[in-house]
């Protein structure tokens, strides 16, 4: 390890961590070499977008705001509000 190196903590699953230790030892390396290799791989692929399209969002022109009563700072309140109007 190298001073610009960094000591991590990660949580695998137990499957997970058993199949990466065998995939290690299959490939002739250590535990670590094998989950560096996967985040290069990972961070080295473009990240694909799907395309929607142009969006528009629309606007209101006739004034008005926030209904009486209404806090976009309380989110669960607002989110009951938005539930009880389905």
């Known amino acids: 390890m190298?001073?610009?190196?960094a000591r991590i903590t990660?949580?695998?699953?137990?499957?997970?961590?058993?199949?990466?230790?065998?995939?290690a030892t299959?490939?002739?390396?250590?535990?670590?070499a094998l989950i560096e290799q996967?985040?290069?791989?990972?961070?080295?692929q473009p990240v694909s977008r799907?395309?929607?399209g142009e969006v528009?969002?629309?606007s209101?022109?006739?004034?008005g705001g926030l209904l009486p009563g209404v806090d976009l700072s309380d989110s669960v309140n607002l989110q009951a509000r938005?539930?009880?109007?389905?």
């Open 10 to 23: 990660i949580r695998l699953a137990a499957g997970l961590m058993q199949k990466a230790r065998d995939e």
């Open 82 to 86: 938005m539930d009880s109007r389905d």
């Open 26 to 32: 299959l490939r002739g390396l250590t535990l670590n």
């Open 38 to 44: 996967g985040r290069v791989m990972l961070l080295h």
């Open 2 to 5: 190298t001073s610009e190196d």
């Open 56 to 58: 528009t969002i629309p």
């Open 60 to 63: 209101c022109s006739v004034g």
């Open 50 to 52: 799907t395309s929607c």
